[in-house]
T-cell receptor, first 118, second 115 residues
Framework: DSGVTQTPKHLITATGQRVTLRCSPR?????VYWYQQSLDQGLQFLIH???????AKGNILERFSAQQFPDLHSELNLSSLELGDSALYFC?????????????????FGPGTRLTVL | AQKVTQAQTEISVVEKEDVTLDCVYE???????LFWYKQPPSGELVFLIR??????QNEISGRYSWNFQKSTSSFNFTITASQVVDSAVYFC????????????FGGGTRVLVKP
């Protein structure tokens, strides 16, 4: 158990709908990362939040958005869902983004949310 | 841009055989980190090891060992005396040493250990 929790574990919805995925980082971790794992794209970085602020964006669609709340949990919002959005969505957490130390903290992953868009 | 290549998509071995997973990376950064993660059939991603670009010392942890060679940009992973529980997809990943340290993953290698 990594200490990172994600809910729900499974989500089945229809095209055009909107869903929210939730992540709680490990105790003490300030950084939250979101990744998408799909058969055709593999594991891809979506977005990174540190202590409530967005720090980096990857291949995240405009239909997707995220935020990190004062209690450090994060939510990933996916809207206008398409069939191709079906994937496993992972959240990871780490202590800090190593902005000055030159040290890359290890990211620990949650169990993922499997999204199926029908 | 960073890139990680795991040329082996699937490896099948019989229990107790050794298996080596290859990982080749590309980066222009002088400071970077390399990782291996395991994804068992249950789906979660489990952290196995992290190495930084300044430390080429190889490491052994139980039945796992890692061979980091900066000269060939490789970070290979060996499972000695494989067991059925080692069956999983293994991912090699790379991150910068500075801020914004997203992970860039390879495509993964599926290891199937048969009894």
């Amino acid at each position: 158990d990594s200490g990172v929790t994600q809910t729900p574990k499974h989500l089945i919805t229809a095209t055009g709908q909107r869903v929210t995925l939730r992540c709680s980082p490990r105790s003490g971790d300030l950084s939250v990362y979101w990744y998408q794992q799909s058969l055709d794209q593999g594991l891809q970085f979506l977005i990174h939040y540190y202590n409530g602020e967005e720090r980096a964006k990857g291949n995240i669609l405009e239909r997707f958005s995220a935020q990190q709340f004062p209690d450090l949990h994060s939510e990933l919002n996916l809207s206008s869902l398409e069939l191709g959005d079906s994937a496993l969505y992972f959240c990871a957490s780490s202590v800090n983004p190593s902005s000055t130390s030159g040290r890359s903290d290890t990211q620990y992953f949650g169990p993922g949310t499997r999204l199926t868009v029908l | 841009a960073q890139k990680v290549t795991q040329a082996q998509t699937e490896i099948s071995v019989v229990e107790k055989e050794d298996v080596t997973l290859d990982c080749v990376y590309e980066t222009r950064d002088t400071t970077y980190y390399l990782f291996w993660y395991k994804q068992p059939p249950s789906g979660e991603l489990v952290f196995l090891i992290r190495r930084n670009s300044f430390d080429e010392q190889n490491e052994i942890s139980g039945r796992y060992s890692w061979n980091f060679q900066k000269s060939t940009s490789s970070f290979n992973f060996t499972i000695t005396a494989s067991q059925v529980v080692d069956s999983a997809v293994y991912f090699c990943a790379l991150s910068k040493g500075a801020a914004g340290n997203k992970l860039t993953f390879g495509g993964g290698t599926r290891v199937l250990v048969k009894p």
